[in-house]
């Protein structure tokens, strides 16, 4: 079957593809390589071993089908009925099977922790590491930078990840002396900062 269709998809089809799957975050270019990223991976993982999609023979089947109504071998109508009960088994093996994905909401991105207010993901970006939910309103934010003034020039993700949990971190910092000295800290999230826990 496959040899008769010459394979699946075509040049110009599968570079859109690759491009869509790339812009969806799904999988990443590294140098002449691509790559899943790590919500691809667990988009493909949720799916059972027999998911209709992941079957290189239907794909062909279809392609066959569609190279008979192309022929005059095979009517449009019975090709279009295959089509549907193929979309509709596969939407009942996507409901059946799909789970919230960890980084479905902002592909490609990392979850470092869950906010503490509203328990939406926290991610890292430039200068922070802030709520995902700031569209509703949440202000959760660690700025990375939260501790220079104190001799520490950045608050590392790990760092963040704990804070955000409601632990207790100790870090190294310098008095304005230039003294060297270690501090148990914390976050405030109320007024949304970090301070010395014996505070």
């Known amino acids: 079957m496959m040899k008769s269709v010459e394979g699946i998809g075509t040049v110009a089809t599968r570079a859109a593809i690759i491009e869509k799957l790339v812009e969806r975050g799904f999988i990443e270019k590294k140098k002449n390589q691509i790559i899943s990223t790590p919500l691809g ?30 022929h005059g071998e095979l009517k449009e109508k019975t090709f279009y009925e295959e089509l549907e009960g193929l979309v509709k088994r596969t939407a009942e093996e996507i409901r059946g099977n799909v789970k919230t994905l960890s ?61 955000l949990a409601g632990k207790t971190i100790k870090v190294n910092l310098k008095s304005k002396q230039g003294k ?20």
């Open 41 to 70: 991976r667990e988009l493909i993982e949720m799916m059972p071993e027999d998911f209709s999609l992941y079957s290189v023979k239907l794909t062909a089947f279809f392609e066959t089908m569609l190279s008979q109504v192309e």
């Open 103 to 163: 980084v479905a909401a902002n592909p490609g991105k990392e979850t470092i922790a869950l906010c503490p207010k509203c328990k939406k993901e926290i991610h890292e970006n430039s200068k922070a590491y802030s709520c995902s939910g700031f569209k509703d309103g949440c202000k959760t934010t660690i700025w990375k930078n939260a501790l220079e003034k104190l001799g520490k020039k950045n608050v590392t993700k790990t760092e963040a990840s704990k804070l």
């Open 180 to 199: 060297a000295y270690k501090a148990d800290v914390v976050f405030n999230l109320e007024k949304n900062w970090i301070e010395f826990a014996n505070k």
